[in-house]
């Protein structure tokens, strides 16, 4: 079969893979029908996630038919279309039981800070992932929803990460009534996250980037205001000016660790690889938020030793909330959002590219080349 | 502190609560208060067929766990290091970053021991590059030709 190739930084190719198997007695195979390419594929394209191996196969958001089923699987049957949650979740752990689908004990060996995540480096359990032609889907009575009939498959094929990791983005973010929401990235989870603030009622949804394209894009589809960072002296002091000089209620990053905009954090983060990543966006979030603000994360960023402004963060008591997202608990309401016609998941989708053009669409998508938001890719 | 078991009877308490915020919500079905935290219905023990590395954060290796690409040469030499120390450790990252670069080089030499030369053109995409960017393209390629003429360069006259 046909499948996405890691061959290291900046570098993947399309190769002939054998077919997956399945390996344990609750696992399905899907035949992939759209898989897309994330914003933090592109860490591991960039070569910024550790224990990303050479001969892996990215991939976590993707629809697809079943295949095959292990002799365990209950809830599936071969010929169903289903969206695949990124995580992957055992539904039985004592995180499953309380929804936490992204923090499930029993998917990943290799790291205990994160679940297992479909094509996520070796830190996230070593599973292929879905830019593939067929995929293995472990614990296929957890994650896999069957599609709606009345639901489009490309609206489908985002809910396996970008809206409900949008969604949750706000919902961390404790959002009343009145607030004023600041949101640093304009990427497809930025957007989203903007678009679904609006569900918890804010008086402002602001959007920080410094790509014009994305801004308005951002602007059109979130309807929130958006600023290029690039055309101010300092963004916390414009922020600051903008809520009359207390921060915003609620700051979301869905940067995570290749923010640009701080040279020193640049260097450190980025090219000496000294850190977690760049933490700009992260730092401006503390930085503009009030005093008994909210700082939501769902940028991802890397191994510790982090520069967290740890001060202000005690200094300002600030509520810190972060977690990768529990997909298939988000799902019955963003479904209903979906069918009720509130949110328009497709409306992101800007490119659709053949899996055999992979090395192609990810250089599209690192470089932001022809006003990309979204790429789905089709086996 | 003494634990109060009549928590539930401490005025105010609990009536901020918004279920619409709660991170668990809504398919929470467990409150931690059965204090049965540990005591749950494992699925089956996946087959091992390639060697997996474990982190020495968890007793055991997970019911299940991808098989893709198992340590081996230098890198999984590396690889098998950094898990001996904990997510905690530089000891543990730094090592993985480092035999993520050395693995590549081994993909270069399997490439080449498979009779296969990688079109980096192709590999790295260059040519939606070209199409839409050309002038970082070209100064791209610009900057990385001049580096590698000067490289040749010093490297004859140092034999010289």
Redesign the interface.
């Known amino acids: 079969m046909l499948a996405m190739n890691y061959r290291g930084p900046y570098r993947v190719r399309t190769v002939d893979k054998p077919m997956p198997e399945i390996l344990h007695p609750e696992d399905a195979i899907v035949k992939v029908t759209r898989t897309c390419i994330c914003g933090s594929d592109l860490h591991l394209y960039h070569g910024m996630v550790p224990d990303t191996r050479v001969g892996s196969t990215f991939g976590h958001e993707f629809t697809g038919i079943v295949e095959e089923v292990g002799p365990l699987v209950k809830n599936l049957k071969v010929g169903d279309h289903v969206l695949v949650p990124f995580n992957i979740a055992c539904g039985k752990c004592n995180f499953c039981k309380q929804g936490l689908y992204g923090n499930c004990h029993e998917s990943n060996p290799m790291a205990t800070a994160v679940g297992g995540i479909f094509g996520y480096s070796h830190t996230a359990g070593g599973f292929d992932g879905g830019q593939a032609e067929y995929v293995r889907v472990p614990y296929a009575d957890v994650g896999p929803t069957v599609i709606p009939p009345d639901m489009d498959p490309d609206d489908a094929v985002l809910l396996t990460d970008v809206v409900p990791t949008g969604y949750q983005a706000a919902e961390m973010g404790g959002i009343k009534e009145g607030d004023t929401v600041v949101i640093f990235g304009a990427g497809p989870i930025g957007i989203m996250a903007a678009r679904c603030a609006w569900f918890f009622g804010p008086a402002r949804v602001i959007i920080i980037d410094h790509i014009d394209y994305r801004l308005e894009f951002a602007k059109n589809y979130a309807k929130c205001e958006a600023y290029n960072f690039k055309e101010m002296a300092d963004p916390v002091v414009f922020l600051k000016q903008t809520t009359d000089w207390y921060g915003a209620d609620v700051c979301i990053d869905c940067v995570g660790c290749e923010a640009e905009g701080n040279t020193l954090q640049t260097f450190s983060g980025r090219v000496a690889l000294m850190q977690a990543g760049a933490a700009t966006a992260f730092q401006w979030a503390v930085n503009s938020v009030k005093k008994g603000g909210i700082v939501s994360v769902v940028g991802v960023y890397g191994p510790p030793f982090n520069l967290a402004p740890i001060g202000n963060i005690v200094n300002k008591g600030i509520t810190l909330r972060a977690n990768q997202a529990s997909v298939k608990r988000l799902l019955p309401k963003l479904i209903d959002h979906v069918q009720s016609g509130r949110l328009n998941p497709k409306g992101l989708i800007t490119h659709r590219i053949p899996l055999a053009e992979v090395s192609d669409a990810y250089r599209l998508f690192s470089s932001k080349l022809d006003n990309v938001i979204k790429t789905v890719l089709v086996p | 502190m003494k634990n109060n078991q009549d928590y539930k009877n401490i005025p105010g308490w609990g009536m901020d609560a918004d279920p619409?915020?709660e991170?668990?919500?809504?398919?929470?079905?467990?409150t931690g208060d059965d204090h049965n935290?540990?005591n749950?219905?494992?699925?089956?023990q996946?087959?091992d067929?390639v060697e997996?590395?474990?982190?020495n954060?968890?007793p055991?290796?997970?019911?299940?766990?991808?098989?893709?690409?198992p340590p081996s040469g230098l890198?999984g030499m590396i690889?098998r290091y950094?898990?001996k120390n904990s997510?905690?450790r530089?000891r543990?990252?730094i090592p993985?970053?480092l035999?993520?670069?050395v693995?590549?080089i081994?993909?270069l030499v399997?490439d080449a021991l498979h009779g296969h030369l990688?079109?980096?053109f192709?590999?790295?995409?260059?040519?939606?590059?070209m199409?839409?960017?050309p002038k970082?393209m070209i100064a791209k390629l610009t900057i990385g030709s001049l580096l590698v003429t000067a490289g040749i360069t010093w490297l004859i006259r140092r034999q010289k």
């Open positions: 619409e915020n991170p668990t919500y809504p398919i929470k079905n467990w935290r540990t749950y219905e494992r699925s089956e996946q087959q067929t997996i590395l474990i982190s954060e968890r055991a290796i997970t019911r299940v766990y991808g098989n893709t690409a890198s690889r950094a898990f997510e905690d530089y543990h990252w993985l970053i035999a993520d670069r693995n590549v081994e993909g399997e990688p079109n980096m192709k590999e790295r995409g260059w040519k939606v590059e199409q839409h960017n970082k």
